[in-house]
């Protein structure tokens, strides 16, 4: 894990880890939205790990694909939620993320679910710092949309900027 000045915006902490929000479009769909906002709660649809309209990986984890490329396919699909949730709260500083869902599809007898989670989460606190810290959830699945070896679902909420006198 990088270390990030806690007090930098996040778009700040964003850029010196070498990283920019995705532009959006990727994995659209004419029967789903990216997000939906439910009172206070913003629910991101599950994404993939895709990078510039490209689908960085396919198979199963423990088969197919090794952990360490799953982490960074995990990482990758963050990166893309986190775009989206910035979208739809305005801002990246606003970002507050609740509850995150990885799914990784792999062997039975991984178990190693949580490792892959762990880069997705990593990322999140790198560039979000406490607004990136959540609840989650690392599931084992059989198969995800794509033949994608990760799929991550998040519901997040908007910081209300503090004003300056």
Do not use: K, W
Request: proline share 5%.
């Amino acid at each position: 894990m990088t270390t990030i000045n806690a007090t930098a915006r996040a778009s700040d902490r964003l850029e010196a880890l070498g990283l920019e929000l995705p532009a959006l479009g990727f994995g659209a769909s004419p029967y789903f939205v990216n997000h939906r906002a439910v009172d206070s709660a913003i629910h991101i649809s599950g994404q993939l790990p895709y990078r510039d309209g490209e689908l960085m990986g396919q198979g199963v984890v423990g088969r197919d694909v090794d952990v360490p490329t799953a982490r960074e396919l995990a990482r990758q699909t963050a990166l893309n939620a986190l775009a989206i949730a910035a979208d739809a709260v305005g801002d990246l500083d606003r970002v507050r993320i609740v509850q995150m869902l990885v799914f990784v599809a792999s062997t039975p007898d991984l178990g190693e679910q949580s490792r892959v989670a762990d880069a997705a989460s990593e990322l999140l606190v790198e560039v979000l710092g406490e607004n990136g810290r959540h609840a989650r959830t690392a599931i084992g699945v059989a198969g995800l949309p794509r033949n994608s070896p990760v799929e991550i679902q998040m519901i997040c909420t908007a910081v209300q900027h503090e004003e300056t006198p």
